[in-house]
């Protein structure tokens, strides 16, 4: 028997209709599963890029001893050129004496005894503000100029950065877990209420069968109906992950949570996780209907 587009739309709408509460639950169970697949991989992708920039904000601080008290030092030079040449450091900024001295005055303004502690820049040492590209190289960065000639001290917030590294690295395992597990779910959900409705109409796929209609006659209307189940889910399960995202970052925003608020996607990357999840609720529901299929079609 041939297919034409005329009959698979005519036999798919009417499918849709005649069986409209069964449609309905496999929409609402495409929609429900892929919500919370959609926020799991907003979730991951945010913790990402909040990973990205708490360890963009690490900065390490090389102190010159007293004797260095500007850039034209040769002391000073020799740590600058070796900065300079460290793929591990995104960008290195010298800080001098008077640079120090407005940083302490702003530090301690209104406190009389750290205000009357250092009255003159020349009190305060020079030093190398770094910014690094990995929080986990600042351990390796500073180990390189320690008892370097002219290095007083080397600093950076060790405590704070290897906190920082195991709960940016447990948020991105625990994201990703989340998401597969989620997939996974989802797809056996999807699977088994397309699967419980084509068992609903099993005779009538015996009946076509035995007046000789083909394997792909048959399965081509129950695929598009699929299709068409899972992309409308797909499409309100975009709409329920975009007001969850939504309602998360409003509660982060009025509870001021200051560690969670670096945790952002951007439109870009929102509009691509929406469209994977029309993409899957699509091929979802068609593949599910042609797999769920199988079984009837040997009659």
């Not at 959900?189 to 083909?214: D, H, P, Q, W, Y």
Request: charged share 15%; with cysteine; hydrophobic share 50%.
């Amino acid at each position: 028997m041939a297919i034409s587009v005329e009959y698979v739309v005519k036999e798919t709408t009417n499918n849709l209709w005649r069986n409209w509460m069964v449609s309905l639950a496999a929409v609402v169970t495409v929609a429900l599963s892929l919500s919370f697949v959609g926020v799991a991989l907003l979730f991951r992708q945010e913790v990402d890029n909040a990973t990205a920039r708490w360890q963009s904000g690490v900065t390490l601080a090389i102190f010159m001893n007293s004797s260095v008290t500007s850039l034209s030092n040769p002391q000073a030079k020799a740590v600058e050129d070796q900065l300079a040449n460290m793929s591990q450091v995104s960008r290195a900024t010298f800080c001098g004496q008077n640079c120090a001295y407005r940083e302490y005055r702003g530090m301690f303004r209104g406190d009389p005894t750290m205000e009357s502690a250092i009255t003159n820049p020349s009190q305060l040492p020079v030093s190398f503000r770094i910014k690094l590209k990995h929080a986990a190289q600042a351990g390796s960065v500073g180990s390189v100029f320690t008892n370097q000639p002219g290095v007083q001290a080397i600093e950076y917030a060790k405590g704070e950065v290897e906190q920082l590294l195991k709960i940016s690295s447990f948020l991105q395992v625990a994201s990703l877990v989340a998401a597969s597990a989620l997939l996974v779910s989802s797809v056996v959900l999807i699977l088994n209420s397309i699967r419980l409705a084509i068992f609903a109409r099993r005779k009538e796929v015996e009946v076509m069968k035995l007046v000789g209609a083909t394997n792909w006659f048959i399965r081509v209307p129950f695929m598009a109906e699929g299709l068409i189940q899972g992309l409308v889910g797909a499409l309100i399960g975009c709409g329920l992950t975009s007001f969850f995202v939504s309602e998360f970052r409003k509660l982060i925003a009025q509870n001021n949570i200051k560690l969670l608020q670096p945790m952002t996607a951007s439109a870009g990357e929102e509009v691509v996780v929406y469209i994977l999840l029309l993409i899957f609720g699509s091929l979802v529901g068609a593949g599910g209907s042609a797999i769920a299929l199988r079984r009837f079609l040997d009659v």
